[in-house]
């Protein structure tokens, strides 16, 4: 948690660092328990006891979307007609942020390649399948 005003307590001071690094363009993967954070590749940040969804939400907070981009968010997919229960809340979650949201789905091994390239994985303890999320980082415009 953040001893800051206006800063969402589900950011860790690790994380925030990791946001305020990104440039426009890179990504951050979310991930649910089950997904082989440690193993992927990129620098991972634990987020105990934190939801997917929770957790995006408190990023879009502080980090926009890649506006430029033709996709700018990736759910993973699970192959089946009937989507996973957990996009329902993405999907609210994004309306809810006000970011112009770009999402296509892809499948589970498309996505642990997109991960791998990522500049960062946050792990958290998901425990619905396939709550797997990738965000592209977007720019912040001058006022």
């Not at 890649?66 to 699970?78: G, H, P």
């Not at 809810?96 to 997109?114: K, L, W």
Request: overall charge negative.
């Amino acid at each position: 948690m953040s001893m800051l005003k206006g800063i969402p307590a589900e950011l860790s001071p690790e994380l925030l660092m990791v946001l305020a690094e990104m440039g426009h363009g890179d990504e951050i993967a979310i991930v649910d328990g089950n997904y082989p954070a440690h193993s992927s590749g990129p620098l991972v940040i634990r987020a105990d006891g934190m939801g997917t969804p929770e957790m995006v939400a408190a990023i879009l907070k502080l980090m926009p979307l890649d506006t430029f981009a033709e996709a700018n968010v990736w759910y993973m997919d699970n192959g089946q007609e009937k989507k996973p229960e957990v996009w329902k809340e993405f999907d609210a979650v994004l309306a809810a942020s006000g970011e112009e949201a770009r999402v296509q789905p892809i499948d589970r091994f498309e996505y642990y390649d997109r991960a791998q390239d990522a500049y960062a994985v946050i792990a958290t303890s998901e425990t619905k399948l396939y709550a797997c999320i990738i965000l592209k980082k977007g720019v912040i415009f001058p006022e």
